[in-house]
């Protein structure tokens, strides 16, 4: 009884916590057509979450699309059909791989840092001190970080995508010698604009996710410097759990 207890417990606290990450998330975005409207905060976001992600998204998209050619190209000489490994590449990083990747790492760097910034000034009094100046802390915390990361993420996401498949071409076409007019024109073929636009989508869908959560994870942080720690490490393991669980939702949904 005790262990079905405790399961009942933890499902409870888990659909209590996705339930207030509902409503934070919601409120924060019925904040942005509110005044006042401090731009520069949105802004110094913006800049933080795209700009700042932008060399380990580029990073990561040039090193996933040269292993993802490797690869492709060592299966697809088993069939003699080395001409499809631009396809493969530009397809897997376009629908899956970029919008995955991208919120994989902006989750890491970018959600830890949410939840550290807003845990720390909770637990510092400094959001009570923003009440007590008639700010709305979720005017003033969520809803610029919310903007932001659905914003920008689907910019990620494409330069991902576009770094990644420089690299395949790279790798393929200078590394293993394949014919770069094949690469080329097989990947204009058989791509369609969907196949962008729904990881575009996903890219947006996961940075609401990420940002939501992360926010939550800091609002709710209590019991100092180790309270602080926890919601950091919540925010990243819970955002990157939800990116992969989305993404497999949004599959099914699109495809």
Request: charged share 10%.
């Amino acid at each position: 009884m005790n262990f079905v207890e405790n399961l009942g417990l933890w499902a409870m606290k888990r659909v209590e916590n996705t339930g207030a990450t509902t409503l934070l998330a919601w409120e924060g975005f019925m904040q942005m057509f509110r005044r006042p409207f401090r731009w520069r905060v949105y802004l110094q976001q913006l800049e933080f979450i795209g700009v700042g992600s932008l060399p380990i998204v580029l990073l990561t998209g040039a090193f996933t699309g040269m292993v993802f050619a490797v690869q492709s190209a060592y299966a697809f000489s088993l069939f003699n059909a080395e001409g499809y490994v631009g396809t493969t590449v530009a397809l897997a990083l376009t629908r899956e791989l970029a919008p995955v990747f991208t919120g994989l790492m902006v989750s890491g760097r970018v959600g830890s840092s949410i939840a550290t910034e807003i845990g720390t000034m909770g637990v510092t009094e400094q959001i009570d001190a923003l009440r007590s100046m008639a700010v709305n802390p979720v005017q003033y915390l969520v809803s610029p970080r919310l903007f932001a990361a659905v914003t920008m993420m689907p910019v990620l996401t494409l330069l991902f995508s576009l770094i990644g498949i420089i690299g395949a071409w790279v790798v393929a076409v200078l590394g293993l010698g394949l014919d770069e007019g094949v690469f080329k024109r097989r990947i204009i073929d058989v791509m369609m604009p969907w196949d962008v636009w729904s990881g575009l989508i996903k890219g947006a869908i996961f940075g609401l996710v990420i940002t939501a959560i992360s926010c939550h994870s800091g609002y709710t942080a209590e019991g100092g410097a180790r309270g602080v720690g926890m919601a950091t490490t919540k925010a990243v393991v819970y955002s990157s759990v939800a990116v992969l669980v989305f993404d497999y939702l949004l599959t099914v949904m699109m495809f």
